[in-house]
């Protein structure tokens, strides 16, 4: 908002904000002083989730049906005992009210915009939590179920307190492709999803893999590039909007035990 106030472009990490309300009220403002607003939503430029996108476009698969998604890493045991006063460089972390949803804010959330990207707008979400790490100050593992407003449906899981696991499957009425990362950390920090397969239901497979990409780097690109006028910001605050507005659904339910409506 003060960014807004100042004439100065925006971009924003993720979470976009902790609400709805204050998302709506964050892009009004950017829209009103005509500046560009842009967030760390930076999986989107993988080049396995640009060929996931160009695939689920093309009609390849079909009529798609159901994602499945698991975005997992070791965490949470770092975090056992530890507060947000007494690890203040990663305080918003260890705050349920500035991280709803626990791990689907810190890791999740990546999966949720995918989710939002390809599929559309999410009617409604169901999710659960299981704790085994000692103190620490979130639920570490949440799964989420999901139905998009298309009728398609969705699951995403996400954990603190497991070992390396980054996926993305998609079904649909003429076969299913599936995208995985590495299981190693340090190409994982590079980029988090890497291959793509695919079968089809004549028997057609095929697999790639691609290169990782600074994706960080894209993003400030893309930020800078809609500045100067060249093109538009490539994530929608639409979306933008609703991708907060699933996080805060996802807390609604793990708070309630209940289904949440979007």
Not at 3 to 19: C, I, N, R, S, W
Not at 65 to 85: D, V
Not at 224 to 250: L, Q, R, S, T
Request: charged content about 20%; glycine content about 8%; aromatic content about 8%.
């Amino acid at each position: 908002m003060r960014g807004a106030a100042a004439g100065k472009h925006v971009l924003a990490e993720k979470p976009f904000t902790l609400t709805k309300a204050e998302a709506e009220k964050a892009v009004a403002a950017c829209t009103k002083a005509e500046i560009v607003v842009a967030v760390g939503h930076d999986n989107r430029f993988y080049p396995a989730i640009v060929e996931l996108k160009r695939l689920v476009d093309a009609g390849t698969l079909g009529s798609i049906l159901h994602a499945e998604a698991n975005l997992s890493r070791e965490g949470s045991i770092k975090l056992a005992g530890k507060t947000a006063a007494s690890a203040p460089s990663t305080g918003w972390r260890l705050d349920g009210r500035e991280a709803p949803g626990g791990v689907i804010a810190h890791l999740g959330i990546h999966r949720l915009d995918s989710f939002v990207q390809l599929f559309g707008k999410i009617d409604r979400v169901f999710a659960q939590a299981s704790h085994v790490t000692p103190n620490a100050p979130f639920a570490d593992s949440v799964n989420v179920l999901v139905r998009f407003r298309s009728g398609m449906t969705g699951y995403l899981g996400s954990s603190l307190a497991t070992t390396l696991n980054s996926r993305f499957q998609v079904f649909g009425s003429h076969g299913w492709l599936e995208l995985r990362g590495p299981c190693d950390m340090q190409e994982y920090l590079r980029t988090s999803l890497r291959s793509v397969s695919i079968r089809l239901n004549d028997g057609q497979t095929d697999t790639r893999e691609f290169d990782a990409v600074d994706s960080v780097k894209l993003n400030f690109e893309a930020f800078a590039d809609a500045i100067e006028g060249k093109v538009p910001y490539p994530v929608p605050v639409d979306e933008m909007i609703h991708v907060v507005a699933v996080v805060e659904a996802v807390a609604r339910s793990l708070e309630t035990g209940q289904p949440a409506f979007v």
